[in-house]
């Protein structure tokens, strides 16, 4: 049989392991479609300097796209993976015009790291704070080839910015703790005898 298309139907998507089809009202798909394209104008502000990197990005997917189930697994949708590719190109660009460049890497490797984020929502109840944390630090790290583990101190702030929803961050340098030698503590044998 030959599949037959409606022409005055353009919005049908098929449905999966369910072999029909649904039709997408003309609201979901355009909703659809800007989910998909995040808004990479008009952000300004990024610099990179030794101890330093601050970086302005679009605002990540919620968390309701930004996984998948295939399988029984939870894994990153395509919406997730768009914009973690997006955030290592901009992030590779910056990198690579910076005169600093060298020197932040070499305080990568011998330095902790404090990742600080402030998300600008279109209004103060919109998301929840921390549902764009693990995708941003994700894309972060990945696009300088750093093991997130490294990052020691986290702060999340949340603001409202109707006209210019936003994600600024900063990625710092700080000096390893000090940590101090260990006492060797003494070893009872017996109950001690209280003294009269």
Not at 15 to 22: E, N, Q, S
Not at 79 to 95: D, I
Request: aromatic share 4%.
């Amino acid at each position: 049989m030959r599949p037959i298309r409606i022409r005055s139907l353009p919005h049908l998507q098929k449905t999966k392991g369910k072999g029909g089809l649904v039709l997408l009202s003309r609201q979901t798909h355009r909703a659809k479609a800007r989910a998909s394209s995040q808004d990479w104008t008009n952000l300004g502000g990024d610099s990179l300097n030794p101890q330093e990197l601050f970086v302005v990005l679009p605002l990540p997917p919620s968390i309701n796209h930004q996984y998948a189930t295939v399988n029984g697994r939870r894994v990153l949708s395509s919406t997730g993976r768009h914009y973690k590719s997006a955030v290592g190109k901009h992030l590779s660009s910056l990198l690579h015009q910076s005169p600093h460049r060298a020197d932040f890497f070499e305080g990568l490797g011998t330095q902790a790291l404090s990742l600080s984020i402030r998300f600008y929502f279109k209004t103060a109840l919109r998301r929840d704070l921390d549902g764009g944390l693990k995708i941003a630090q994700d894309a972060i790290c990945q696009a300088i080839s750093l093991n997130d583990n490294r990052i020691t101190e986290i702060h999340l702030h949340k603001d409202a910015d109707p006209t210019r929803p936003r994600m600024e961050c900063t990625l710092s340098l700080q000096p390893l703790p000090v940590t101090q030698p260990k006492t060797t503590r003494r070893r009872l044998t017996a109950v001690p005898t209280p003294q009269s």
